[in-house]
């Protein structure tokens, strides 16, 4: 018996990983690209054929996942809709506030939702190491600074992933992020305090990503490093996720378990 194929959309389809994203859909053997969404609404077909919705709503009711890159601002809308589906998300878009993800935790009792600030395996990884160096020093000797670096275009800071990365530490030194978030330091800011999680964000050129996770002490440095050369890692851990969400039951996933990787202890 041969199962109907996968009906995958694409939310953000005319965007830099949208466009990546149509091809990495087209060359499934066992899915199809059911349609996209955009912000123009100028935008009615992609290649003549893959239908540009205006809503969300229409988009859900021809798929049974849609992978969704566009922006933070039109996630809540995102997240209601998907409550009222059976259709499973695949979320990359960053920037979110802690409102709305509390409304995607709420999709995540419905319907499966894999949430990643970074779709690839690098990062997926680096995620982990950063939590292990983080429990194997001390906070009182090793200060933790993240810097990320991106493109002109990129519209939020931190990076989704240096924020991820910046949890990872803390959940090692069991603390909160935003207790010891030290953001964007500009003018007389003091001495460094102990145990804060430092982040700098650079912006220039077309940059993909990257990422470092530096401890430093008074007599050594360990940094972890992930540059992303092609946005194409993106989009293929995407689909995968995509892939993978077929048949899961409701629950908020991330790209580890995609991967099939054992939760952090
Ligand atoms: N998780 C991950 O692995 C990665 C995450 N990202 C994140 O994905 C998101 C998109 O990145 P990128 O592709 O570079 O961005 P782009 O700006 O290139 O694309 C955004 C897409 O979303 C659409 N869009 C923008 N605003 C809205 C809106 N209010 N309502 C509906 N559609 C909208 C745009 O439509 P139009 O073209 O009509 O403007 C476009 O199709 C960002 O949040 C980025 O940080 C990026 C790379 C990797
Ligand atoms: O906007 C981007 O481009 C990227 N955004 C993600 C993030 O905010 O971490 C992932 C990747 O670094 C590219």
Known sequence: MTSSPLRIGIAGITGRVGRL?????????????????ALSKDIKTISDTVPVFDTIDAL?????VIIDFTNASITATHAKAFKNSHVA??????????????????????????QAANFSPGVTL??????????????????AEIVETHHRQKVDAPSGTALAIGESIAKARNVQ????????????????????????ALRGGQIVGEHSA????DVEEISLTHK????RIFAKGAVRSALWSAGKPAGLYGMNHVLGLDPVQ
């Not at 993800?101 to 995540?108: K, P, T």
């Not at 992303?228 to 946005?231: E, I, L, P, Q």
Request: proline share 2%; net charge negative.
């Open 21 to 37: 994203l149509v091809e990495e859909v087209q060359q499934q053997e066992n899915a199809v690209l059911s349609g996209g969404t």
């Open 228 to 231: 992303a050369f092609d946005r």
């Open 177 to 200: 992020l935003k207790d010891v978030k030290n953001s964007g330091r500009d003018g007389v800011t003091g001495g460094r305090k102990e145990g804060a999680i430092g982040f700098a």
């Open 214 to 217: 530096i401890f430093l002490s």
């Open 60 to 64: 859900i009711q021809v798929s049974d």
């Open 89 to 114: 998300w695949v979320l990359g878009t960053t920037g979110i506030d802690e409102d709305t993800q509390r409304l995607i935790q709420e999709a995540a009792s419905i319907v499966p939702v894999i």
């Open 126 to 143: 680096m995620l982990r190491l950063a939590g292990e160096l983080a429990k194997a020093l001390p906070a009182s000797q090793y200060d």
